[in-house]
Structures are given as structure tokens and as C-alpha cells.
């Protein structure tokens, strides 16, 4: 490399000015150890040239010597070694270093960068890395030490990929130094064995890109996302970097031309900006082409890629106010498209990154995108945690904004992080780990939802609300007996949308709670699966008693049969083994009297009788069937019962509904509060119950709750006790119960068939005109 010189200064002697000529790279050498000297600085070795000059321009006050010095024992170790590609093995730990200059790491973390295979790959220990630089290089070194086969066999390496999660938990940069490793390995991949390249290339899929994705380092995820879909799909690789090409090769006639003009626009507005072209990486271009080709146009045709497909425009201004500014002169110059805008500059996403995003239509109808940030928001998108500085140095605190607003948390230990370290203490096998860390990464994005109070929930997309109410904690998890999203009461297994509002109902301190078994076929979290498996482990469901001796003036009831979970409960006369339903409109449950109803694909639709549907089934000519239960049989899920309680409205009095039905041991599946009229409220609710025999103290319990006058099932009333036999006047739990004689016949009072009425099913069977309050 040749530089022309300058004139000679003014006190050259020898008269006229004359220009020098080239100067060899030797003389070049001498000229920059004579400058050095001169500067009282001690010379640098010409191989680390480089990475000092990248390190100047974000660290001018760096320590040089221990750049060096870090340099010639990283180079005396490796003397001798060479990499698959033949070259020096120290050209890796040098090229890994340049790569973490350039994202502006500090110098602590290019000392461990340099000394990082040291003590993996030569004689050199950890005691002598700490007796040398420190004990923070030392932990950063052996943060990325990859644990040996020999002791660890076929689970070396994921649990070296546990060992450096667990010292990134304490220092991030541990993993900053990994992903600078792999993408340099990555680099020369083309090296490897097809076997070996395959097998690296999806660990750093599953693993790796992720986790960069989480610390925010885009210029690094976007060059490993092009190297690994150059590796596993070579093909569709070239087909879309054939695309790339023809695109480049042609003038830019939209996005060029449109950046100019809003460059003219921001400066007639006196917005000071810098505004860019941005080009999609390889992998962004083909998952437009995918969604394009997904989508049908009006001829019925796979879209074509559009020339704003292939970048967006970017906007870097100075301060925050001014990307409020620039995103004004937008909306007013051109025409917004709706949905388009998100702003995370005042919500950030999980990973940090900070922008606003919108999108304009240009003349002729094409479609632009627009990214507007500002200088130190740009720095943290480009290089996520790696901008915040070194964690352990002074002056390299993050600013208050910018912490983990859910657990307080410095983001250079970003909460998803500390998150992720809480199961994986609870995960000792290898393989499950390793299963349990590649399905959490693998998610396609995260979510943002909001509490009643203003905290921030990070959860994946899919996450329900049991995992947020365990993300809040695990006792508030365990004590969960409902949830509101966006004001509304939603069963737990709802799946959370991002920007939704999420308030959790726990059970009143020292009442009996806990999950339930059926809240793991709906929990997305690895914290909130193991913080249920666990608690479901110590509290094994009780088993049934049953009781041998009268009570009150009813018989004796008979043993129990053994309950069969998962069998049909109802048989159909005459029709063995026809599949059954039971109906969702009246609920039945044992033992109500049954009316089935033939429906396609040859099942019976078993609902109460005198169910209005049932009877209008009957009425298009349907033939009703004769249906009896099993004893001792029961659904998968167990009888899911409609009930609706009347009450006096008052403050938490769905919460105390909620939590009484919880401590009975029974699921809420869903819940709806209709608007008070003359202070009265009816509260509807759908729960799950575990038996048939669980119906009558459910009821009971929510009776207790104050303001609660009424507890019924919906359906038909049932005919007056008197008109009935004796036996069915002496029905159980599932009975429909006749109407409250005392109830004014006002049609502003809705009438109601429970259990403060001439309920056999709850006082004990009492005669026409009698009363019977609940049992206790």
C-alpha cells in the first residue's frame, strides 16, 4: 500500500518546496515507530496495526500495552499451530479481535479476545491469564473455553453452551466474544467437512443468531444469517443472490431519488439529518420474496419483487424530539399507509433497539420504508449491547431509559437473560437442556404486554396468560385464579397479543391455590412449564373419599365405582360403542335426565332435557334416543357446567367469585360480568369441573361469597317437585332446580332456578311450597 506524502514543512532547508515521492512499506514501518517514539507512545506490533487503528476510533485513550502485550503471548502459544485453511493459527484470534474492534468493544474485551483459545488450545493456564491481565480477562477467557469431550462425552456441547450462558448471566461480553468466534469460524466454513459445516451452520441457527438477536447485534446476526442460508440452502441461496445482482446492476430510480427529496425537505424544515439508502441483507430479500410469492396478485399470480422491496430509507437526526419532527414532515409530504407506524422509541424492544417506523406511499403508487432514530439510538441497533461499554469500567453505566423496566435490570444482563438462567438451573440433563434452549430461542419474536400497573411483560409470540401471570412471579402464578386482558375477563389458556393489558387475580392470601394440570397444555415459557410440573409433583391430586354413613334423612349412599378417566359417560340403548357429545348449549352432568339426538358422522348429541335446543332438534323430526350414564366414567377433561351467580354489585366482587371457585380445586374455562342493572349484577362463568360430585360445593362456596344471593345452572325450570317421583325429587348435583316461588313476578327481575329455590338437589329434596336454604 502506497500513501502520497504531503510538501515538506516550512523549515526544510534547500529553498523551493518539492513533493515526495512513494514511500515503501519499510520506510512506512520506520515512519510510524519514529511518529510513536516521538509521541512517548511504545510501538505496537505491525500485526495488531489494524485493530488499533479500528480501537482508536471509539476508544482514543486506550492502553496499548496491554493490546501488545496480550498479542505476543497469544502469539508465542499459537507458534506452531495452523487452521484447516493452513494458515497461522493465529490469524483467528487476530480476526476475531478486529471483528469486536470494529463493533467498538471495549479494550478489556480485545485482550480476552486475543487470549481466548489460549488456554483451550496451548499450555497456557487461567492462573496465568489472571497473574498477567486480571482476573475480568481471566472470566472472559474462561467464559469461552469449550469444556472437553473427554469428561463431558456427547454432552460437551451443550454444556459448554451452559457454561458460557451461565458467565454471560454475570458479563455479557462473554457472549459478545463467542459470536465474534463463531462468525469468523463461519467465515471460512468453506474449510470444514460437508458433515461439520452442516452441523455447525445449524447450531448457529438454533442458537447463536438468536442470542445475537436478543443483544442487539444486528451487523453480526445479518452476516451469520447469510453465511448459514449460503450453507444449509446453497440453491435458493444463489437464486436470491441472483436477484440481488440484476437489482444492483440497474439504477436506482425510487429509493435514491425519494431520500433526496426528503433530504431537501428535512433541510427547508430546518431538521439537521443525515438520510440513507439502506440495502436488505441476502436472507431480509429472500423472506420478502417468500411473502410475495405468497400472495396472490389480481391476475392470480405470485407477486414480483417491487424496487422498494429491496431497502429502506434511513433518517439519523440528533435528538429525540427531532424523530417526532421528521416523522411530521412525512405524514404531511406523503400519504402514510395505516397499520404501518410503530413507535419503539418510546416503548424499546426487548433487545434495546430504538426507532420509529412508518411507511409512505410514493407517486406512482410504490410503497416506502422508513426508519428514523437517532445517533446514539443508531449506535445501539447496529451493535446492541456492545454500545453500552464495557459493564465493569466507570463512565460505562447505561443511561436510566434504557433499563430492563420489568425486573430493573442492567441490559447488559438483559432480564430475558436472567429468565433463561432460572430454568436452566432446574434442567440437569444435557439433551432436555439442550431441547428446552433451542425451542425457547427458536421463537419468531417477542411480545410486549402491559400490566394494570404499568410493568412490561416480555413474553414470546403464542405466550398465554398463565405465562404471564408466572412471568410476575411464581406464587403469583400458583395463586392465579383468573385474568383480565384488555378489561374483560379471558381464560387462562388466551393467547397474549402484543400491546394487550393484563391484570392477574390471585386467591386472597392463606386460601388453598395452585395450577392446574390442564395449564401445561397452554403455557409457552420454559419457567412457568417447570414451576407447574414442580408444584403438580409436591401436591399430587387427593384421592376421592367417599362416605359410608347416612347423612341428614338421605340413604346411604353406595361405594363409588372406580372412576375411568377418558371413557364416553353415556351409553346410547341399543347402540353400543356410538360416540357421544355432550352438548355445550345446557351442560350435562350426572345425573341429569338425558335426551340424545342423532347428528352427522353418525355421534349422539346428549343434552338435558327440556333443553330448548334439544327440543327444536326433536321439532325438525329428529328421533330422540334413549341415553343412560356410566357409572364411573368420566370425559378427558372432566364435565364442563355453566353457572351463573346473581349478586349485589360491589368492589373485588368478581375477584371473590374467582378465588371461591378456585379453592374448590375447579378450572375457570371462561367468564363474562354483564352490566349492572339497579344494582344487581349476574356474573356467567363456564368451569371445569374434575368429577360430577365437585358441582354441589362449587355452588355452595360461591353462595358464601358476600353480595351473592343466587347460584344456578341455566336451562329450563324443572317441573315442580310435587308432579315428580319420588326418586327424581330427590335428584343430585346436576338437577335442574325449580323456580323461587317468592321471586316477584316484575319482568325487570330476571327469574332464577338455584339453589336459594325448592332445589332437591341442595336442601334435600323439600315438598312443593317448602324452602330450603343452602347447605353449608
Same mark, same amino acid.
Given at each position: 500500500?502506497?500513501?502520497?506524502?504531503?510538501?515538506? %514543512?516550512?523549515?526544510?532547508?534547500?529553498?523551493?518546496?518539492?513533493?515526495?515521492?512513494?514511500? !515503501?512499506?519499510?520506510?512506512?514501518?520506520?515512519?510510524?515507530?519514529?511518529?510513536?517514539?516521538?509521541?512517548?507512545?511504545?510501538?505496537?506490533?505491525?500485526?495488531?496495526?489494524?485493530?488499533?487503528?479500528?480501537?482508536?476510533?471509539?476508544?482514543?485513550?486506550?492502553?496499548?500495552?496491554?493490546?501488545?502485550?496480550?498479542?505476543?503471548?497469544?502469539?508465542?502459544?499459537?507458534?506452531?499451530?495452523?487452521?484447516? !485453511?493452513?494458515?497461522? $493459527?493465529?490469524?483467528?484470534?487476530?480476526?476475531?479481535?478486529?471483528?469486536?474492534?470494529?463493533?467498538?468493544?471495549?479494550?478489556?474485551?480485545?485482550?480476552?479476545?486475543?487470549?481466548?483459545?489460549?488456554?483451550?488450545?496451548?499450555?497456557?493456564?487461567?492462573?496465568?491469564?489472571?497473574?498477567?491481565?486480571?482476573?475480568?480477562?481471566?472470566?472472559?477467557? /474462561?467464559?469461552?473455553?469449550?469444556?472437553?469431550?473427554?469428561?463431558?462425552?456427547?454432552?460437551?456441547?451443550?454444556?459448554? =453452551?451452559?457454561?458460557?450462558?451461565?458467565?454471560?448471566?454475570?458479563?455479557?461480553?462473554?457472549?459478545?466474544?463467542?459470536?465474534?468466534?463463531?462468525?469468523?469460524?463461519?467465515?471460512?466454513?468453506?474449510?470444514?467437512?460437508?458433515?461439520?459445516? +452442516?452441523?455447525?451452520?445449524?447450531?448457529?441457527?438454533?442458537?447463536?443468531?438468536?442470542?445475537?438477536?436478543?443483544?442487539?447485534?444486528?451487523?453480526?446476526?445479518?452476516?451469520?444469517?447469510?453465511?448459514? $442460508?449460503?450453507?444449509?440452502?446453497?440453491?435458493?441461496?444463489?437464486?436470491?443472490?441472483?436477484?440481488?445482482?440484476?437489482?444492483?446492476?440497474?439504477?436506482?430510480?425510487?429509493?435514491?431519488? $425519494?431520500?433526496?427529496?426528503?433530504?431537501?425537505?428535512?433541510?427547508?424544515?430546518?431538521?439537521?439529518?443525515?438520510?440513507?439508502?439502506?440495502?436488505?441483507?441476502?436472507?431480509? +430479500?429472500?423472506?420478502?420474496?417468500?411473502?410475495? *410469492?405468497?400472495?396472490?396478485?389480481?391476475?392470480?399470480?405470485?407477486?414480483?419483487?417491487?424496487?422498494?422491496?429491496?431497502?429502506?430509507?434511513?433518517?439519523?437526526? /440528533?435528538?429525540?424530539?427531532?424523530?417526532?419532527? +421528521?416523522?411530521?414532515?412525512?405524514?404531511?409530504?406523503?400519504? @402514510?399507509?395505516?397499520?404501518? =407506524?410503530?413507535? =419503539?422509541?418510546?416503548?424499546?424492544?426487548?433487545?434495546?433497539?430504538?426507532?420509529?417506523?412508518?411507511?409512505?406511499?410514493?407517486? %406512482?403508487?410504490?410503497?416506502?420504508?422508513?426508519?428514523?432514530?437517532?445517533?446514539?439510538?443508531?449506535?445501539?441497533?447496529?451493535?446492541?449491547?456492545?454500545?453500552?461499554?464495557?459493564?465493569?469500567?466507570?463512565?460505562?453505566?447505561?443511561?436510566?431509559?434504557?433499563?430492563?423496566?420489568?425486573?430493573?435490570?442492567?441490559?447488559?444482563?438483559?432480564?430475558?437473560?436472567?429468565?433463561?438462567?432460572?430454568?436452566?438451573?432446574?434442567?440437569?440433563?444435557? /439433551?432436555?437442556?439442550? &431441547?428446552?434452549?433451542?425451542?425457547?430461542? &427458536?421463537?419468531?419474536?417477542?411480545?410486549?404486554?402491559?400490566?394494570?400497573?404499568?410493568?412490561?411483560?416480555?413474553?414470546?409470540?403464542? *405466550?398465554?396468560?398463565?405465562?404471564?401471570?408466572?412471568?410476575?412471579?411464581?406464587?403469583?402464578?400458583?395463586?392465579?385464579?383468573?385474568?383480565?386482558?384488555?378489561?374483560?375477563?379471558?381464560?387462562?389458556?388466551?393467547?397474549?397479543?402484543?400491546?394487550?393489558?393484563?391484570?392477574?387475580?390471585?386467591?386472597?392470601?392463606?386460601?388453598? &391455590?395452585?395450577?392446574?394440570?390442564?395449564?401445561?397444555?397452554?403455557?409457552?415459557?420454559?419457567?412457568?412449564?417447570?414451576?407447574?410440573?414442580?408444584?403438580?409433583?409436591?401436591?399430587? *391430586?387427593?384421592?376421592?373419599?367417599?362416605?359410608?354413613?347416612?347423612?341428614?334423612?338421605?340413604?346411604?349412599?353406595?361405594?363409588?365405582?372406580?372412576?375411568?378417566?377418558?371413557?364416553?359417560?353415556?351409553?346410547?340403548?341399543?347402540?353400543?360403542?356410538?360416540?357421544?357429545?355432550?352438548?355445550?348449549?345446557?351442560?350435562?352432568? @350426572?345425573?341429569?335426565?338425558?335426551?340424545?339426538?342423532?347428528?352427522?358422522?353418525?355421534?349422539?348429541?346428549?343434552?338435558?332435557?327440556?333443553?330448548? +335446543?334439544?327440543?327444536?332438534?326433536?321439532?325438525?323430526?329428529? !328421533?330422540?334416543?334413549?341415553?343412560?350414564?356410566?357409572?364411573?366414567?368420566?370425559?378427558?377433561?372432566?364435565?364442563?357446567?355453566?353457572?351463573?351467580?346473581?349478586?349485589?354489585?360491589?368492589?373485588?366482587?368478581?375477584?371473590?367469585?374467582?378465588?371461591?371457585?378456585?379453592?374448590?380445586?375447579? %378450572?375457570?374455562?371462561?367468564?363474562?360480568?354483564?352490566?349492572?342493572?339497579?344494582?344487581?349484577?349476574?356474573?356467567?362463568?363456564?368451569?371445569?369441573?374434575?368429577?360430577?360430585?365437585?358441582?354441589?360445593?362449587?355452588?355452595?362456596?360461591?353462595?358464601?361469597?358476600?353480595?351473592?344471593?343466587?347460584?344456578?345452572?341455566?336451562?329450563?325450570?324443572?317441573?315442580?317437585?310435587?308432579?315428580?317421583?319420588?326418586?327424581?325429587?330427590?335428584?343430585?348435583?346436576?338437577?335442574?332446580?325449580?323456580?323461587?316461588?317468592?321471586?316477584?313476578?316484575?319482568?325487570?327481575?330476571?327469574?332464577?332456578?338455584?339453589?336459594?329455590?325448592? &332445589?332437591?338437589? $341442595?336442601?334435600?329434596?323439600?315438598?312443593?311450597?317448602?324452602?330450603?336454604?343452602?347447605? %353449608?
Amino acid at each position: 500500500m502506497a500513501i502520497e506524502a504531503g510538501p515538506i %514543512g516550512a523549515g526544510q532547508h534547500g529553498g523551493a518546496r518539492r513533493p515526495l515521492g512513494r514511500l !515503501s512499506r519499510s520506510a512506512l514501518s520506520r515512519a510510524g515507530r519514529a511518529a510513536l517514539l516521538a509521541t512517548d507512545r511504545a510501538p505496537v506490533p505491525d500485526a495488531i496495526e489494524p485493530i488499533v487503528q479500528a480501537h482508536r476510533r471509539h476508544h482514543p485513550q486506550a492502553d496499548l500495552a496491554l493490546l501488545s502485550r496480550a498479542y505476543r503471548l497469544a502469539e508465542e502459544s499459537h507458534r506452531g499451530q495452523t487452521r484447516k !485453511s493452513g494458515e497461522p $493459527f493465529i490469524t483467528h484470534p487476530l480476526a476475531v479481535t478486529m471483528i469486536l474492534a470494529q463493533l467498538g468493544a471495549g479494550t478489556t474485551t480485545l485482550v480476552a479476545s486475543l487470549l481466548h483459545d489460549t488456554v483451550e488450545d496451548t499450555e497456557v493456564t487461567l492462573d496465568q491469564v489472571s497473574a498477567d491481565f486480571g482476573p475480568e480477562v481471566a472470566y472472559l477467557v /474462561d467464559g469461552v473455553t469449550k469444556l472437553e469431550k473427554v469428561d463431558f462425552g456427547a454432552a460437551a456441547e451443550a454444556e459448554t =453452551f451452559r457454561k458460557m450462558l451461565v458467565a454471560t448471566g454475570d458479563d455479557v461480553r462473554v457472549m459478545v466474544i463467542k459470536l465474534a468466534d463463531r462468525l469468523h469460524n463461519m467465515r471460512t466454513i468453506r474449510h470444514m467437512k460437508p458433515a461439520s459445516r +452442516v452441523r455447525i451452520a445449524k447450531v448457529t441457527r438454533d442458537v447463536l443468531i438468536p442470542i445475537a438477536e436478543r443483544l442487539g447485534i444486528q451487523v453480526l446476526k445479518a452476516e451469520l444469517e447469510d453465511i448459514v $442460508f449460503a450453507t444449509l440452502h446453497p440453491e435458493e441461496y444463489a437464486r436470491t443472490g441472483a436477484v440481488l445482482t440484476a437489482h444492483e446492476q440497474r439504477p436506482d430510480e425510487l429509493l435514491a431519488p $425519494f431520500a433526496e427529496t426528503l433530504r431537501r425537505q428535512l433541510a427547508e424544515a430546518g431538521i439537521a439529518a443525515e438520510v440513507t439508502v439502506r440495502p436488505r441483507h441476502c436472507v431480509s +430479500v429472500h423472506r420478502v420474496l417468500l411473502k410475495r *410469492a405468497a400472495a396472490a396478485g389480481a391476475d392470480g399470480l405470485p407477486q414480483a419483487l417491487q424496487p422498494a422491496d429491496f431497502g429502506r430509507v434511513l433518517v439519523v437526526v /440528533d435528538e429525540n424530539a427531532d424523530c417526532y419532527a +421528521v416523522l411530521g414532515e412525512l405524514h404531511t409530504c406523503w400519504t @402514510p399507509l395505516p397499520g404501518e =407506524f410503530k413507535d =419503539f422509541v418510546a416503548a424499546p424492544k426487548f433487545n434495546l433497539y430504538q426507532s420509529l417506523h412508518t411507511a409512505v406511499q410514493l407517486p %406512482g403508487g410504490a410503497v416506502a420504508e422508513v426508519l428514523v432514530r437517532t445517533r446514539a439510538m443508531h449506535r445501539v441497533a447496529e451493535t446492541g449491547v456492545v454500545a453500552l461499554g464495557d459493564p465493569h469500567q466507570p463512565g460505562s453505566e447505561p443511561a436510566p431509559a434504557a433499563r430492563d423496566e420489568l425486573d430493573g435490570t442492567d441490559p447488559a444482563r438483559p432480564g430475558w437473560l436472567s429468565r433463561l438462567l432460572a430454568w436452566q438451573q432446574e434442567t440437569p440433563d444435557p /439433551d432436555t437442556f439442550w &431441547s428446552t434452549l433451542t425451542a425457547t430461542l &427458536s421463537d419468531d419474536g417477542e411480545i410486549t404486554a402491559v400490566t394494570e400497573n404499568g410493568d412490561r411483560l416480555h413474553l414470546p409470540v403464542g *405466550a398465554s396468560c398463565v405465562d404471564a401471570a408466572y412471568l410476575l412471579g411464581e406464587q403469583t402464578g400458583h395463586r392465579c385464579v383468573g385474568v383480565r386482558v384488555n378489561g374483560r375477563l379471558s381464560a387462562l389458556s388466551t393467547a397474549l397479543r402484543d400491546g394487550d393489558v393484563v391484570a392477574v387475580l390471585t386467591a386472597p392470601a392463606g386460601e388453598p &391455590s395452585g395450577p392446574a394440570a390442564e395449564w401445561l397444555e397452554h403455557v409457552r415459557t420454559p419457567a412457568a412449564r417447570l414451576a407447574i410440573e414442580r408444584w403438580l409433583a409436591e401436591h399430587p *391430586a387427593p384421592v376421592p373419599v367417599v362416605e359410608t354413613g347416612p347423612s341428614d334423612d338421605r340413604p346411604a349412599p353406595q361405594a363409588a365405582p372406580a372412576v375411568v378417566r377418558g371413557r364416553a359417560p353415556v351409553a346410547v340403548h341399543g347402540r353400543p360403542d356410538t360416540p357421544v357429545r355432550l352438548a355445550r348449549c345446557c351442560t350435562p352432568v @350426572p345425573p341429569d335426565a338425558l335426551t340424545g339426538y342423532p347428528i352427522r358422522g353418525g355421534a349422539v348429541a346428549v343434552h338435558r332435557t327440556g333443553c330448548p +335446543v334439544g327440543d327444536r332438534l326433536r321439532a325438525d323430526g329428529r !328421533s330422540p334416543l334413549s341415553l343412560a350414564w356410566i357409572p364411573g366414567a368420566e370425559p378427558p377433561n372432566g364435565y364442563r357446567v355453566a353457572l351463573h351467580a346473581e349478586a349485589l354489585t360491589r368492589p373485588r366482587l368478581l375477584a371473590d367469585l374467582t378465588a371461591a371457585i378456585s379453592a374448590e380445586g375447579v %378450572g375457570i374455562f371462561s367468564a363474562d360480568v354483564e352490566p349492572p342493572r339497579e344494582l344487581r349484577v349476574r356474573h356467567s362463568y363456564t368451569i371445569e369441573l374434575p368429577g360430577a360430585e365437585a358441582l354441589p360445593a362449587v355452588m355452595r362456596a360461591m353462595l358464601r361469597v358476600p353480595g351473592v344471593y343466587d347460584v344456578y345452572r341455566p336451562g329450563p325450570p324443572a317441573e315442580d317437585p310435587a308432579d315428580r317421583p319420588a326418586a327424581a325429587a330427590d335428584a343430585s348435583p346436576g338437577a335442574s332446580a325449580g323456580r323461587n316461588e317468592d321471586d316477584p313476578a316484575d319482568p325487570g327481575v330476571r327469574p332464577s332456578w338455584g339453589m336459594h329455590g325448592r &332445589s332437591a338437589a $341442595f336442601t334435600g329434596g323439600s315438598g312443593a311450597g317448602g324452602h330450603g336454604g343452602p347447605q %353449608g
